[in-house]
Nanobody, 121 residues
């Protein structure tokens, strides 16, 4: 089992930045690919970014490319999502996910509870 706890969400004005963190506990964090997903009210959950266990492979949704960066610190069992130039359409609950396999779809075995990000115009 892997337990995931997100933090760092909040209210920010358009153009601002936030850094989300996802702390993992349980089995060896460095064995797991990690990803961030988001879900806005009335919409389906969507992929945001993923990173391989080594950090050598990353993928992003087209809507966040050039603005968001995913990175991890295996020594701290934490994955991050740096979000810059935020837009109102980025408003959503952001959740992290973990799996032994690398996906860009929602096939991850372990999920956190999520953290709210609200971007005001």
């Amino acid at each position: 089992q892997v337990q995931l706890v997100e933090s760092g969400g909040g209210l920010v004005q358009a153009g601002g930045s936030l850094r989300l963190s996802c702390a993992a506990s349980g089995r060896t964090f460095s064995r797991y690919a990690m990803a961030w997903f988001r879900q806005a009210p009335g919409k389906e959950r969507e992929f945001v970014a993923a990173i391989s266990w080594s950090g050598g492979t990353m993928n992003y949704a087209d809507s966040v490319k050039g603005r968001f960066t995913i990175f991890r610190d295996n020594a701290k069992n934490t994955v991050y999502l740096q979000m810059n130039n935020l837009k109102p359409e980025d408003t959503a609950v952001y959740s992290c996910a973990a799996d032994e396999h690398y996906y860009t779809g929602a096939r991850y075995d372990y999920w956190g509870q999520g953290t709210q990000v609200t971007v005001s115009s």
